[in-house]
């Protein structure tokens, strides 16, 4: 059983910064495959990030693209979403989801084991 912990959600101005954070439990959180996800209001949960085992290879929505970064410390056993240049349609609940089974990226909601509970992002304008 892995259980993740989404953190650093809140409310910011159109332009700002945020960073969340996702900590996993377990000895082997560097097995998974991690990934960012995101639900607006009266939205289908959406694709925003994943990054390999090791960290070395990423990749965004092109809705993201150059806005935000996706990070990892494994030592730490944490995921990270450095969130810049926000925009209101960022708006969203934000939800990190490991990926056991993969060793490459993936944007299948269903190719995900595990899921935290989300963490409010709201960008006002």
């Known amino acids: 059983q892995l259980q993740l912990v989404e953190s650093g959600g809140g409310l910011v101005q159109a332009g700002g910064s945020l960073r969340l954070s996702c900590a996993a439990s377990?000895?082997?959180?560097?097995?998974?495959?991690m990934g960012w996800f995101r639900q607006a209001p009266g939205k289908e949960r959406e694709f925003v990030s994943a990054?390999?085992?090791?960290?070395?290879?990423?990749f965004y929505a092109d809705s993201v693209k150059g806005r935000f970064t996706i990070s990892r410390d494994n030592a730490k056993n944490t995921v990270y979403l450095q969130m810049n240049t926000l925009k209101p349609e960022d708006t969203a609940v934000y939800y990190c989801?490991?990926?056991?089974?993969?060793?490459?990226?993936?944007?299948?909601?269903?190719?995900?084991?595990?899921w935290g509970q989300g963490t409010q992002v709201t960008v006002s304008s």
């Open positions: 990054i390999t085992r090791s960290g070395s290879t990423t």
């Open positions: 989801a490991a990926d056991f089974y993969r060793a490459t990226l993936t944007t299948r909601e269903q190719n995900y084991d595990y």
């Open positions: 377990g000895r082997t959180f560097s097995r998974y495959v």
